[in-house]
């Protein structure tokens, strides 16, 4: 499974569930002839006081010797996994930690200092003297108290008739920990579930994020035609031939979300404060569920007319666009990469061909005659096409270009069917 992406911050297997709010990639691999992938399914654990308070000390414990690895690592200069074992498995068992729990700890550092130099190089932390790639660079990472740490099938056992867990905690393991999570999730763990799970705990709530390896559906190589995405704001994604995702609703509810946030800050209050604790991520819980209703769809609709899918990669916009104060909080909202995300499993699991494409000048180019000119684009919802005349929807023209571009690149990205020469 993979390690922390986000430095400090939960641990997040592969793939995503129905439940699972921000979604890395979908890792995918051949065994045979079969394609597998990973997803991840987060069930609830229901712990009585004694067992929640020893899942408590042995999340703290953990991540408090993971600190104290992290320190030593970077009084070394981050040796190698192995290197970094040497000056600290002993130290670790004798905190208390098991063996494998030591491991486990060792290598979710070393792994967050990989994740590190990988986002340094990419220029994701600045350049060499930007005070935020300085600031990190300066001091060790640190793990917060409740931050997940995983556990293998050595030190977590599953009970799915009962849907109980029996799982390693530093007083000991503790038996018959109750979970609860709907009958598809029960359905996956017991026949996919394999690897490690990690425990986390989130506003004094438990969960297990569990990996399961699932076949995957037999990519569809020659495809119908091509849908177009077009990612956007006012609408949240526009594709030729369905109805526009429209955004207003999740505008409006984000813009109410930043005013109560506003009223209940400025109060100040003890029961401000516990209304705004009560109310965190909410926004992004209602974002998550928005993508997962676009996506599905848009991947329903292109398993159903056996047409693969071309998305716009809109990486590094934040960086690329300059807008005034006001219009900053809308752009940095706009979770365009989730929803692309989740259109990418969706479509690898119904087995439906998925490409990105460069999205420059997509809003300005005429589908028809493909003439680019800034002026084409008359305004957010008009196109008018200065060399043919041609009148559109601009998102829809888009899209349309879009899929011309994602089908070019399927077929130039394809293997050559042309038998062999004699």
């Known amino acids: 499974m993979c390690r922390p992406r986000v430095r400090g911050g939960c641990r997040r ?26 997803i991840v399914v987060q069930v609830k654990l229901m712990p009585e006081a004694v067992q929640a308070s020893a899942l408590a000390a042995t999340l703290r414990a953990v991540n408090d010797a993971a600190n104290w690895v992290s320190a030593v690592a970077f009084a070394h200069g981050v040796p190698r996994e192995y290197e ?7 130290e670790l068992k004798t905190r208390g930690l098991g063996a494998q729990a030591a491991q486990h700890t060792i290598k979710k550092v070393r792994d967050a200092y990989t994740t590190l130099t990988a986002n340094i190089r990419a220029g994701n932390l600045g350049n060499n003297s930007s005070k935020r790639r300085t600031k990190t660079e300066s001091k060790p990472i640190t793990f917060r108290p409740q931050a997940a740490h995983p556990f293998d099938d050595r030190c977590l056992s599953w009970q799915y008739d009962a849907q109980t867990v029996s799982i390693w905690t530093t007083a000991g393991r503790i038996k018959n920990v109750r979970f609860v999570c709907g009958a598809d999730a029960l359905k996956t763990l017991r026949d996919h579930r394999k690897g490690e799970s990690d425990l986390i705990e989130r506003d004094g709530v438990f969960y297990l994020i569990a990996v399961c390896e699932i076949p995957q559906a037999p990519v569809n190589e020659h495809p119908d035609g091509w849908l177009g995405v077009d990612l956007g704001i006012v609408d949240i994604a526009t594709v030729d031939g369905m109805r526009p995702f429209n955004g207003r609703g999740l505008n409006r509810h984000r813009k109410r979300q930043l ?6 800050q400025a109060k ?17 819980r209602h974002a998550a569920n928005v993508n997962h209703i676009i996506s599905k769809k848009i991947v329903t609709e292109a398993a159903r007319t056996s047409s693969g899918i071309a998305l716009e990669d809109l990486g590094g916009i934040r960086e690329r666009v300059r807008l005034r104060k006001p219009q900053r909080v809308t752009l940095h909202s706009w ?3 989730q929803l692309g995300t989740f259109l990418e499993y969706k479509a690898r699991r119904a087995g439906v061909p998925l490409v990105h494409v460069d999205a420059a000048y997509s809003s300005q180019e005429c589908a028809d005659c493909h003439h680019i000119e800034k002026n084409n684009r008359v305004n957010q919802a008009l196109f008018i096409c200065r060399n043919c005349g041609v009148v559109a929807h601009a998102d829809r023209n888009a899209s349309r270009n879009i899929a011309a571009r994602g089908e070019a690149a399927w077929i130039a990205g394809r293997e050559s069917r042309v038998p062999a020469t004699p």
Do not use: D, N
């Open 13 to 38: 297997p592969y793939g995503p569930c129905e439940c699972w709010g921000s979604i890395p990639s979908v890792a995918t691999w051949i065994t045979g002839k079969i394609f597998h992938m990973k």
């Open 84 to 90: 970094l074992r040497k000056h600290t498995y002993a």
């Open 259 to 264: 005013e109560l946030r506003r009223k209940l």
């Open 268 to 284: 100040g209050t003890t029961s401000a404060r516990r209304r705004l604790k009560h109310r965190r991520r909410k926004e992004q």
């Open 335 to 337: 979770a365009f990469h």
